[in-house]
Nanobody
């Protein structure tokens, strides 16, 4: 059984930092690109960042570029999302997802979420102003 388990969410003040983790099991981790998505109350799910399976290429949407960093540790089957300079508009439930993808790229925008094979249960991030 494939499982993705997010952790590291919480309550932080405006300008603070958090590091989210996504621990995967039950799959060949090296064969999967991992994406982070978020959904705020009353809003549609949006892609945030992703990292490819092979060469670790990364992508961040413009709203988090320069503030968020995604990385992976294949030895630990874990992907991290370091979030700095958090803003109230970053408040959302954050989900990680795995996409079987052997290419040196990843996507989280333009409907890419539908291509992800497995999803975690989410972790709440709340940024107070």
């Amino acid at each position: 059984e494939v499982q993705l388990v997010e952790s590291g969410g919480g309550l932080v003040q405006d300008g603070g930092s958090l590091r989210l983790s996504c621990a995967a099991s039950g799959l060949i981790f090296d064969d999967y690109a991992i994406g982070w998505f978020r959904q705020a109350p009353g809003k549609a799910r949006e892609g945030v960042s992703c990292i490819s399976s092979r060469d670790g290429s990364t992508y961040h949407v413009d709203s988090v570029k320069g503030r968020f960093t995604i990385s992976r540790d294949n030895a630990k089957n874990t992907v991290y999302l370091q979030m700095n300079d958090l803003k109230p508009e970053d408040t959302a439930v954050y989900y990680c997802a795995a996409d079987y993808n052997l290419q040196d790229y990843c996507k989280v925008v333009d409907g890419a979420a539908w291509g992800y094979d497995y999803w975690g249960q989410g972790t709440q991030v709340t940024v107070s102003s």
